[in-house]
């Protein structure tokens, strides 16, 4: 008997839609994996996608081809029809990570394509809007996928990660307002402060510096976390300071350049995507995060974890900072593009000594509340709400 059906639960057969499913794809992808990984003792787990770098006991893989991943578009569409295929029947719950317009549970990691072409926008400038939509397949496509995944249906659930997220949803697809569902991300290890041993280890292994003071960056999308505005405020900060960049190595490059125009690149270490980021928290004493643009940002959450203060953008930008209080668990900065701004903070987290305790103990506490495995089953009881009003 399974531990699902112990407890007096059907176990489930349930299929997992992401394209990437890698541990390197970025937020959303962890967030995917970990509740993989967190249920798969409990239900009978199939992921469909087209990029797999995931191995875990008891989960079934299916990879999607992916012939045409260029134009985007077309590639989404043809993953939408071949996961509907593979998943039309046989299965107790479709959960979508990606824009399909099937799947019961429909999980959204972005703002909405609708949100992103015509918010805020009237009289002409929305006509010129519909123009560029009407004759662009590529955002057809994507608004009549949005479109789908969203319309009203029986038994759909569609779980957003925060409550910035939760709002904007529903003022750009008000028919979603009475099906929407918060689930958080959250994090897989015990919140626990790196040791000074360990953080030597940990540069060492990463082949960063052993002396000075370190902030970390973590994003794959280096212009919308804000990496040109860190780089830019680095060298109005001590020379002790250095700068940990991880993330999509495709955008290295550009921002060498830019590093070298500012005069710090030797204060700047790249170390692209790693397949454990937890090395480069604990090799930190700092996360910066100035993102303009995330629906909720693990990266600040998994560094919370591991004792490190955060000085991150508010919550217009970032979702998880409507759960942060400024001064007490982060620092966080209205303008994301203000260089004095973020370097004034960033100077206050390593020259207060008081101040730097009592984030990174706040921030402990703070992401002691986010364990994956209690998540886990939030999304679970979604699952079983969904199958009860389908009857099954």
Same mark, same amino acid.
């Given at each position: ?14 299929? +997992? ?74 299965? *107790? ?88 569902? @918060?689930?958080?991300?959250? +994090? ?51 020379? *002790?300071?250095?700068?940990?960049? +991880? ?26 995507? @790693?397949? *454990? ?30 004792? @490190? ?14 759960? @942060?209080?400024?001064? +007490? ?31 990174? *103990? ?20 979604i699952y079983f709400s969904c199958t009860v009003d389908r009857g099954q």
């Amino acid at each position: 008997m399974s531990v699902a059906e112990s407890e007096g639960h059907k176990r489930l057969r349930i299929a +997992v839609l992401n394209r990437h499913f890698s541990p390197t794809g970025g937020g959303a992808e962890r967030y995917s994996i970990a509740l993989v990984e967190q249920l798969a003792q409990r239900h009978e787990i199939h992921v469909f996608a087209q990029h797999i770098h995931h191995q875990w006991p008891g989960v079934t893989y299916h990879r999607i081809a992916a012939g045409l991943s260029k134009p985007r578009w077309i590639n989404q569409l043809w993953f939408a029809t071949a996961t509907w295929w593979a998943t039309r029947r046989g299965f *107790d719950m479709v959960h979508s990570h990606e824009n399909t317009w099937h799947g019961q549970v429909q999980t959204v990691h972005v703002l909405p394509v609708k949100y992103n072409l015509f918010q805020g926008r009237k009289g002409w400038h929305l006509a010129l809007r519909w123009v560029k939509v009407l004759t662009s397949p590529r955002l057809l496509a994507y608004l009549g996928l949005e479109r789908a995944r969203f319309a009203p249906q029986p038994h759909r659930c569609i779980v957003v990660t925060s409550g910035s997220l939760m709002r904007q949803m529903a003022s750009t697809y008000p028919v979603t307002a009475n099906a929407l569902a @918060l689930v958080t991300p959250g +994090v897989g290890t015990t919140a626990m402060r790196t040791t000074p041993a360990q953080q030597l280890t940990a540069r060492q292994q990463l082949g960063l510096p052993e002396a000075g003071r370190s902030i970390v960056f973590v994003g794959n999308d280096y212009r919308k976390k804000g990496l040109e505005t860190l780089l830019k405020a680095l060298p109005q900060l001590p020379d *002790d300071l250095w700068l940990a960049v +991880v993330g999509n190595a495709a955008h290295i490059p550009d921002f060498q350049a830019q590093a070298k125009a500012l005069g710090v690149e030797r204060r700047v270490f790249f170390l692209g995507a @790693l397949h *454990d980021v937890g090395t480069a928290y604990e090799a930190a004493d700092c996360l910066a995060h100035p993102t303009l643009e995330d629906t909720f940002a693990m990266v600040v959450l998994e560094a919370m974890a591991h004792g @490190l203060p955060v000085v991150v953008s508010s919550e217009c930008y970032c979702g998880i900072s409507g759960l @942060l209080t400024h001064g +007490v668990n982060a620092l966080m900065v209205d303008q994301p593009r203000d260089v004095a701004t973020l370097s004034a903070a960033l100077l206050r987290v390593f020259q207060e000594p008081l101040l730097y305790k009592t984030l990174s *103990d706040a921030a402990l506490a703070f992401a002691s509340a986010y364990q994956w495995p209690s998540i886990a089953l939030q999304q679970e009881s979604i699952y079983f709400s969904c199958t009860v009003d389908r009857g099954q």
